[in-house]
C-alpha cells in the first residue's frame, strides 16, 4: 500500500486546503454514505460512525474502479447544542434558525476522523468548544445572504465572515473547520508505522 498519496473521501475544499497544510498530498473520492443520524444516536458516536463509513466507502469506490491501493482519509463534523445535532442547514430560513439558537450561547463542535489503512482502521475524536457572541437579527441575515452558512454544519465557517462571531475558542480550530490537523497528523502517523496489512 502506498503511503506517498493518499484519497479523500470528501469534496470539501476546506479539508483539502487542511491536507495542503500538513504537506499530505491526496486525490479526492466521493463516495455517496448515509449521513442520516441513528435513533438516540450521540453526537461522538455519530461522527465517528460516518468519518468511518466515508473511509470504507472510499477504499471500496477505490477498488471498483481499479485504482491502486492507498490509505483513504475521511472525516465528519458536526455542531452540537445541548443534546441537538445540528448538521447542514437545508436552505437560509433553516440556516437563520440555526443562527439564532448559537446566538449568545456555548455549543460543541465535534470531527471524528478516520483513516482505512489496508485492512486497518483508525479512528480519532477531536472535540471544541465554541461561543458565540449575541447576533441581531440583521447580522443573522447578512450572514445568511452570503451563503456561506448553507453547506456548513451548525450553518457557519469559522474560517470565514462567521469567526467575528466566535467570542472564544476552546479547542481545535482545523477541528472546527472539519479535519483537525493533530489527530490527523497522528493516524497517518500510525498507518505509516504499521505499514501494510
Known amino acids: 500500500m502506498k503511503a506517498d498519496l493518499i484519497y ?23 463516495p455517496q454514505v448515509d449521513e442520516t443520524p441513528l435513533p438516540r444516536e450521540a453526537a461522538r458516536a455519530y461522527v465517528l460512525r460516518v468519518a468511518a463509513a466515508k473511509a470504507e466507502a472510499g477504499g ?4 471498483a474502479r481499479g485504482l491502486p491501493p492507498r490509505p483513504v482519509l475521511a472525516a465528519d463534523t458536526c455542531v452540537v447544542l445541548g443534546r441537538r445535532l445540528l448538521g447542514k442547514p437545508a436552505d437560509a430560513a433553516a440556516a437563520a434558525r440555526m443562527l439564532a439558537l448559537l446566538s449568545g450561547r456555548r455549543h460543541r463542535v465535534l470531527t ?15 472535540e471544541s468548544s465554541v461561543a458565540f457572541a449575541e447576533l441581531d437579527p440583521a447580522a443573522i441575515a447578512a ?6 452558512p448553507l453547506d456548513k454544519a451548525g450553518a457557519y465557517a469559522i474560517q470565514g465572515r462567521a469567526a467575528a462571531f466566535v467570542s472564544r475558542l ?11 490537523l493533530y489527530e490527523t497528523a497522528r493516524l497517518l502517523e500510525q498507518c505509516a508505522k504499521d505499514g501494510p496489512s
Request: net charge neutral.
Open 60 to 63: 471500496a469506490l477505490a477498488a
Open 112 to 126: 471524528g476522523v478516520a483513516l482505512a489503512c489496508g485492512a486497518r482502521l483508525y479512528t480519532a475524536l477531536s
Open 143 to 148: 450572514y445568511v445572504a452570503s451563503g456561506e
Open 170 to 180: 476552546c479547542g481545535s480550530h482545523s477541528g472546527v473547520m472539519g479535519l483537525p
Open 8 to 30: 479523500l473521501a470528501s469534496q470539501s475544499p476546506r479539508r483539502r486546503e487542511l491536507l495542503d497544510q500538513l504537506g499530505v498530498a491526496h486525490e479526492v473520492l466521493l
